[in-house]
């Protein structure tokens, strides 16, 4: 692509954003993402778009042409495709996460897991992120665990080179290892090792996902939201195969929906091989981790 079509002067840009403000402004998309994006992919900073001093800089550089930011911006609008696979990253944790619509938008909750890992005892050893995504959760735990290696798997390969690429940029390639396969599958060669396990499985009822968000039903990956039945196959699945793969000791960590809590708790306290099974919520009150201990 040649440069100058990703050159642009303050002036147009401004005009754009006002346009997009306006557009926004008619619709239920929060105005505020406009800004979101500019801050992504014309390298603006919070300070020249409050004072929109950057109306007046000759050019502005972005990372793709205006033209194809508008035609994003109005499918953001009309086919309500998420603004973080337009950008192509989002925040989570201190981390700047490349995206697509390959892999699941990281949510602010599901950093709790990490703050939950990193209490657990077991802080070094081999650890599972499986069911890895964007790599957010290996990234996080690759970061709070220092003296753990981190084992990263996923069934899609198109995540997985998601993965890599947010492992390079931010300086973890060495500290985690990614496999193509289902769940503990291609990690056999460890089994009975691994010191904790930590995932955020699809968790969704299938009859529950045509009513999400156009967002979310649309644009994300189903392979990643659909659960099964009553959105609990994957978990079933992970309380059940676990136990041959983690040491005694070993941590037990996934997310669930809410309304899930008492079930899973049920189900690690009925597979035999748990304790100490706790439940813990998120910043919103809402039980959605569920921590336990291979006994």
Known sequence: MEEKHLIVSGLQLWQWRNAAIKAAGATDVPPTEVDWLLLEVAGLDRLALRLESF??????QLQLPLEELDQLWQRRLNDRLPVQYIAGATPWRQFQIAVSSAVLIPRPETESLIDLAADASNTSGHWADL???????????ADVLPKA???AVDYSLEALAIAQTNA?????????????GSWWEPLAFLKGQFSGMVSNPPYIPTSTL???????????????????ADGLDCIRHLIEISPSYLQPGGVWLIEMMAGQADAVRELLQNQGSYCK???????????????????
């Open 55 to 60: 109306k007046n800089w000759p050019q502005i």
């Open 131 to 141: 069911g890895t995504g964007s790599g957010a959760i290996a990234l996080g735990l």
């Open 149 to 151: 290696t981190i084992h």
């Open 168 to 180: 390079d940029n931010l300086g973890f390639a060495d500290r985690i290892k990614f496999y193509q």
């Open 210 to 228: 045509p009513t999400l968000q156009p967002e979310v039903v649309n644009h994300e990956p189903h392979l990643a939201l659909d659960g099964g």
């Open 277 to 295: 099974i706790q439940i813990h919520a998120d910043l919103a009150g809402i039980e959605r981790f569920a921590l336990a201990y291979r006994s």
